[in-house]
Nanobody, 113 residues
Framework: VQLQASGGGLVQAGGSLIISCVAS????????MGWYRQAPGKQRELVAA???????NYADSVKGRFTISRDNVKNLVILQMNSLKPEDTAVYYC????????WGQGTQVTVSS
């Protein structure tokens, strides 16, 4: 089982970042995939999802700023994040919907004001 996110970092408010996640084929194939995030002291939340056919859905807090995409050949899920805000600071994880108990490696995104 593999869920490995990467690409996070430190960025100033208003900046952009692209993060990606490689998943095992058994998780990725034919499943809706999502990006979740967990900020310090807060519950993990779903911010974006994409079906195997490419239909997308976003949390209101990121709508218009984040774009989720997937590469069905490479088993990749990608999150393009624009106009980043300090409140986007969190550890970002990918998982299927509904999520597995296993979360794998997340990637830290820190947005400075």
């Amino acid at each position: 089982v593999q869920l490995q996110a990467s690409g996070g970092g430190l960025v100033q408010a208003g900046g952009s970042l692209i993060i990606s996640c490689v998943a095992s084929g058994s998780i990725f194939r034919r499943n809706t995939m999502g990006w979740y995030r967990q900020a310090p002291g807060k519950q993990r939340e779903l911010v974006a999802a994409i079906t195997s056919g490419g239909n997308t859905n976003y949390a209101d807090s990121v709508k218009g700023r984040f774009t989720i995409s997937r590469d069905n050949v490479k088993n990749l899920v990608i999150l393009q994040m624009n106009s980043l805000k300090p409140e986007d600071t969190a550890v970002y994880y990918c998982n299927k919907l509904p999520a597995l108990d296993y979360w794998g490696q997340g990637t830290q995104v820190t947005v400075s004001s």
